[in-house]
């Protein structure tokens, strides 16, 4: 955790080790032999880079000096031969110097050329000048206008600042050795009424009544930096080129948007952030946040020049998202919708660590600036993107809410209540990823089957199918809560709930056979319905389950959980026939496999060697997928609950008996005994 972590949230800081990398982050090595000395490899062409600038190149395709420079790296320019013309070549060369000559224009047809060119060239410098003199004088290519000057006359007449990036203009300064005119500071005061929300519709970059008279100052005005794709990324450009080179950004950016197993859903538009002409406006917290997502998983080669390469570059875009924050819980500024998006991203990358109960604590800062910020209804004046934003937002928050009650067996801080008056997300995510018109929820026939909680499938977006049973396992962790209640007795309510419960599920099934695609998301919801069942008969805690008598397992309860744990099975293996590297929804799935899992846990434990075949194939199967969901998003309990089960099979094939026997399954509950979803537990927050 970085110094500025330990600020927000007032923890102890735990300093770490971090390599220190070159500004532009390129380790060389040098090649050496065996015995010391040095050889040098001569290469028998460089690339037309090196051979224009002279330096040294290593012959490879691309080269290390283009690789670290952001150069495009080229072999196409003509080879020449050493030694004397041949005759034939002199005779070519002739030739060709002969038609050039005649197509020259002839010296009279020069002159007069010259004397029209010149003609013109006075006309358009006193059109220049005339221009001028209503702006401010100019000397050369530079402006007479003082840093504060220009702010003023490049801000509208309501204050809104109309360029994004005026750095990129040569300013006069009084210091001769200044190049660039420093960042003008963003207004105060937002021009709506709400203050709360980052500008995401930008307009054009313009000044009213002014343009250049100089073509190349308009490209200049209009453009974004040398090598930069995104001009949405101008902002934080400087600071991410002290520590990685000037492609990376830009290939973060779109792996947040296509490869990114940190990206729990679609909640910003892929077309508007990747806009060149006009991107949405983010905060520099929020674009941190976006690169630090991508970086986990960038292929890029600059993460693997080294071991520690990747690590360097997620620590240092941490620190700077965090720094860029305001803090939350001691500062009377309100936060933003990007500030919210920033927690999200925060929280999700702390999840997927060996530090999960950290997470909760930007989980909880996303929760409170949501509900402050009222994400959780419909706000009519605003742009239907930003409308469009705010529904995702706060129904991924909805979504993780839940989840996260689950996999740390905490109380929900978002209610159902809380959400009954905004809409589901009212476009696909192929429609949301594109930059088609989105249509005003007012003019959409069916919104309204879409406004509160709903709980059936819709669709195959994270939205369509994992949010209506996210909205049932609310109910469930509720009730679960209820029954631990060290002073409160439901009696029969706890059944008429559980009756309740089942009856959201048959809906949720019931609208998911009614879709014909057979997508590998079925499947995955197929599992979670069986799961949650599992769940709702109160078979959560895996040292209860362990420490059960033998009776137990004849009960028609535990035998219908059974089936459902079989089905759930089933289910399993045919996700991994469609996505064996379970990459559809790795940051949810682990939590539901495993309470899946419990119940195999159980017989293998009690029966050995009396278990059926297909209970054995069962176990496999989930091993198998325990398994692959380490190589997926490596986490510690999924690790331990592997090797327990492991053991367990082993066991059981080998008929062990006696000592070793009860040693097996002393490890096995104090295993196990890490995670608790009993009254006082905190399930994965070890």
Request: glycine share 6%; net charge negative; proline share 6%.
């Amino acid at each position: 955790m970085s110094p500025v972590v330990a600020r927000i949230f007032d923890v102890p800081f735990i300093e770490h080790d971090v390599p220190l990398v070159s500004p532009t982050g390129i380790r060389r090595k040098s090649s050496s032999s065996t015995d010391g000395r040095s050889v040098r490899r001569r290469i028998s062409r460089a690339c037309d880079q090196c051979n224009q600038l002279r330096t040294k190149c290593d012959g490879k395709q691309p080269c290390l000096h283009c690789v670290e420079f952001s150069l495009q790296c080229d072999y196409i320019r003509e080879r020449k031969k050493r030694g004397k013309a041949s005759k034939r070549e002199l005779a070519e060369q002739a030739a060709e110097e002969a038609l050039a000559a005649a197509a020259a224009p002839t010296e009279e047809e020069t002159d007069q050329n010259k004397i029209q060119d010149s003609e013109l060239a006075d006309e358009d410098e006193q059109a220049v000048d005339d221009r001028h003199g209503q702006i401010g004088k100019f000397e050369g290519p530079t402006f007479d206008l003082t840093a504060n000057e220009l702010s003023n006359l490049l801000a509208g007449a309501d204050g809104e600042r109309q360029v994004s990036s005026v750095g990129m203009l040569h300013l006069s300064h009084t210091s001769p050795s200044s190049h660039l005119s420093p960042p003008i500071p963003p207004p105060q005061s937002t021009p709506t009424s709400q203050a709360w929300y980052a500008l995401s519709s930008p307009s054009e970059p313009s000044v009213p009544g002014f343009s250049f008279p100089d073509p190349t100052m308009n490209a200049m005005l209009h453009s974004s930096p040398s090598g930069m794709r995104y001009p949405v990324l101008n902002e934080v450009l400087p600071q991410l080129l002290n520590f990685m080179p000037q492609s990376l950004p830009g290939d973060l950016l779109e792996t947040y948007f296509s490869r990114n197993i940190y990206c729990l859903a679609p909640i910003l538009r892929k077309s508007s952030i990747l806009s060149t002409v006009r991107p949405r406006t983010c905060s520099a917290s929020l674009l941190y946040s976006l690169l630090l997502s991508a970086a986990h998983t960038s292929d890029h080669p600059h993460m693997t020049l080294s071991p520690s390469a990747r690590q360097d570059i997620i620590h240092r875009l941490r620190d700077l998202c965090v720094s860029s924050l305001h803090p939350f819980l001691h500062s009377a500024v309100l936060g933003t919708l990007d500030d919210v998006m920033t927690y999200v991203h925060l929280g999700t990358v702390t999840s997927a660590s060996e530090f999960k109960g950290w997470s909760l604590r930007w989980w909880n800062a996303a929760w409170t600036l949501a509900r402050e910020l009222k994400l959780n209804i419909e706000h009519p004046d605003l742009d239907g993107e930003v409308r469009e934003e705010m529904r995702r937002t706060w129904w991924l928050l909805f979504i993780v809410d839940r989840h996260l009650g689950l996999c740390y067996n905490r109380p929900l801080a978002i209610l159902d209540a809380q959400s009954m008056r905004l809409y589901h997300p009212l476009t696909t995510d192929e429609e949301w990823a594109s930059d088609a018109v989105l249509t005003p929820a007012e003019l959409i026939p069916d919104a309204a089957t879409k406004l509160g909680v709903s709980y059936a499938v819709t669709g195959p977006g994270i939205f369509g199918f994992f949010l209506p049973i996210m909205a049932i396992l609310g109910g469930i962790v509720e009730l679960h809560h209820l029954e631990q209640h060290p002073t409160m007795r439901l009696g029969t309510t706890s059944s008429e709930l559980r009756g309740h419960l089942l009856t959201c599920l048959d809906i949720y099934e019931r609208s998911l056979n009614a879709h014909d695609d057979n997508g590998v998301w079925r499947f995955y919801a197929a599992h979670l319905a069986h799961v949650l069942k599992i769940l709702l008969a109160g078979y959560c805690d895996p040292l209860d389950l362990l420490l059960a008598s033998d009776s137990l397992l004849a009960t028609t309860e535990f035998m219908t959980c059974t089936t459902h744990a079989l089905r759930a099975a089933d289910a399993v293996g045919r996700i991994l026939t469609l996505d064996p590297e379970l990459t559809f929804m790795p940051f949810f799935f682990g939590v539901y496999l495993l309470h899946g899992s419990f119940v195999w846990l159980m017989l293998v434990d009690k029966l050995e060697s009396d278990v059926a075949e297909e209970v054995r194939d069962a176990c496999e199967t989930v091993v198998r997928a325990h398994e692959v969901c380490i190589v997926t998003l490596s986490t510690e309990y999924q690790r331990n609950f592997r090797r327990v089960m492991r053991g367990a099979l082993v066991g059981m094939r080998k008929g062990i008996e006696g000592a070793e026997r009860e040693e097996g399954r002393r490890r096995r509950r104090e295993i196990v005994g890490l995670y608790r979803w009993c009254a006082g537990g905190s399930g994965l927050a070890v």
